[in-house]
Nanobody, 122 residues
Framework: QVQLVESGGGLVQAGGSLRLSCTAS????????MAWFRQAPGKEREFVVR????????YTYYDDSVKGRFAISREKNTVYLQMNNLKPDDTAVYYC???????????????WGQGTQVTVSS
């Protein structure tokens, strides 16, 4: 059974930091792109960042809204999202996703985690 399990969300003040984790199980995701999306109340799910690998080369792509503040990384079967200098606009449920050849559209991703809440107070 394929599973993506997120953790690490919480409540933080503006300017603070959080690190989210996404642990994958049930199959190898080495050929998959992994991404983080987020969804705020009343809004559509939006792309945050993507990571994929080709041999020893790692590729990352960030939405402009988080560039310079968020960093994605991977260690074995876990993908991390380090979030620094958080802003109230970053408040959302954050989802981990996996998909082959996927880029920034949620419809391109086959597997999803259950989500973890991030709340940034002003």
């Amino acid at each position: 059974q394929v599973q993506l399990v997120e953790s690490g969300g919480g409540l933080v003040q503006a300017g603070g930091s959080l690190r989210l984790s996404c642990t994958a199980s049930g199959r190898s995701f080495s050929s998959y792109a992994m991404a983080w999306f987020r969804q705020a109340p009343g809004k559509e799910r939006e792309f945050v960042v993507r990571i994929n690998w080709s041999g020893v080369i790692t590729y990352t792509y960030y939405d402009d809204s988080v560039k310079g503040r968020f960093a994605i990384s991977r260690e074995k079967n876990t993908v991390y999202l380090q979030m620094n200098n958080l802003k109230p606009d970053d408040t959302a449920v954050y989802y981990c996703a996996a998909g082959q050849g996927a880029f920034t559209s949620p419809s391109q991703y086959d597997y999803w985690g259950q989500g973890t809440q991030v709340t940034v107070s002003s």
